[in-house]
């Protein structure tokens, strides 16, 4: 018996429990100390409505005979979902054919086990920083990572002329911390890469319903030729609030052939050994997402998070602290002042405003010297922050 050795490759912890730790250190320091969250990616809204709805009359059908769904009969989702989910694509006009949508528990989940179809030899190129769960799930299974920078020289969008030979990439778009957001334009070049040199994308599009200007991507599949290189990973944690309900999807298209094998068929056959489906109650609950009641109230959230990074906009800029994000994104990414390192600026901004946030560098080593805010918070509670942060800047 051997245990996989590359668990111990790991580092230390997950970047969020750390802060936890940090956080309860704190708070049993300072019993008395009123904390503001603005760190872990977390909503605070609860579901919408028609979603409670959809959920409950499932719920109901559970309980009779006659309305009772069983194991589900395609594990890749059922049909009312995945339609749903192909209507919302083809209104950006991108086509998709049922059998390319798979509904999985949330992004997280599939980033990882997207890795089986791949083999163990694969260079990986991450982008610095990023969402640390691409890192982890490759280092688990051994293989080599490479890393690409995100800085502030190339607006955090790091293309492929610096990019070096990879078999697999990651993008994230809008990005998880750095709040960037690639052009359609821009993924073209990245797809033509793929292409040129054979490797698969897999793109996170999980902040996608941030996405409010013109240009920017919110699938890779308004690129063309994207479909023979890309897989997209989804969610419906950020866009509808399933963070706890968890519901995603992924997009895994048939015209990705390598050695006469399909990607799609790949996954299909994966999925079906490996896992018997999302609940028929969450299913329904996220069908009612794209009902016209369901996007007006999600939209309507989506602006409360929005004003939320526009009031830590604000507050950065009178205090003349510079970052990015916040427009196409619930994350702002700022420059900690003063030249402090993102861990020492975590501390201070724990110590001087109350405010807890997530240092830069959990997020690769680019990320240092920088700090993400979220604007998943409470309104009310975002204001306070902002004024703390304003106060708390001045004594600079
Ligand atoms: N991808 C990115 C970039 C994220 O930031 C997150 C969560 O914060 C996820 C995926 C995970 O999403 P899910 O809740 O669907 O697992």
Redesign the pocket.
């Known amino acids: 018996m051997q245990l996989n050795p590359h668990y111990a490759e790991l580092n230390e912890s997950y970047l969020f429990s750390t802060i936890a730790h940090k956080v309860a250190d704190y708070q049993k320091a300072h019993p008395d100390a009123d904390l503001i969250r603005l760190g872990i990616?977390d909503v605070t809204l609860p579901l919408a409505r028609p979603v409670v709805d959809a959920m409950h009359k499932a719920v109901e059908e559970q309980g009779h005979k006659e309305t009772f769904h069983g194991y589900i009969p395609s594990e890749q989702g059922y049909e009312f979902l995945r339609e749903a989910i192909r209507k919302y694509y083809a209104q950006r006009g991108v086509t998709l054919d049922l059998s390319e949508i798979f509904i999985s528990d949330?992004?997280?989940?599939d980033?990882g086990n997207l890795l089986d179809l791949f083999s163990a030899d694969n260079t990986v190129l991450v982008p610095d920083p990023v969402?640390p769960?691409y890192v982890d799930d490759n280092v688990m299974a051994g293989r080599k990572v490479l890393y690409l920078a995100a800085t502030a020289e190339n607006n955090f969008l790091p293309m492929p002329d610096e990019a070096p030979a990879a078999d697999i990439v990651y993008l994230?778009s809008p990005n998880?911390p750095t709040g960037a957001a690639y052009t359609v334009a821009q993924l073209q070049a990245w797809v033509d890469w793929a292409k040129a040199h054979d490797a698969i994308l897999l793109y996170?599009a999980?902040?996608e319903c941030f996405v409010t200007e013109p240009g920017l991507a919110r699938s890779i599949y308004e690129v063309k030729g994207a479909e023979e290189v890309a897989v997209e990973?989804c969610?419906?944690?950020k866009i509808a609030g399933?963070?706890g309900t968890?519901c995603?999807y992924t997009i895994v298209p048939q015209a990705i052939v390598r050695g006469g094998q399909s990607l799609n068929k790949m996954w299909l056959r994966r999925q079906t050994t490996k896992f018997n489906g999302v609940a028929y109650i969450v299913q329904r609950g996220a069908e009612a997402v794209f009902t016209p009641e369901g996007m007006r109230e999600i939209q309507a959230n989506l602006d409360y998070y929005r004003k939320n990074a526009a009031v830590i906009a604000a507050a950065l800029d009178e205090a003349g602290v510079w970052y990015c994000g916040g427009k196409n994104s619930p994350y702002i990414w700022l420059r900690c002042p003063g030249g402090m390192g993102s861990w020492e600026f975590f501390d201070w901004l724990l110590d001087t405003a109350r405010i807890v946030g997530t240092p830069g560098e959990g997020f690769g080593p680019c990320g240092k010297g920088y700090f993400r805010l979220t604007a998943f918070g409470d309104a009310a509670r975002t204001q306070q922050a902002a004024e703390r942060l304003k106060a708390a800047l001045a004594t600079l």
Do not use: E
Request: glycine fraction near 14%.
């Open positions: 990616g949330g992004a997280k989940s980033l969402y769960v994230c998880n996170d999980a902040y990973v969610s419906f944690s399933f963070t968890r995603g």
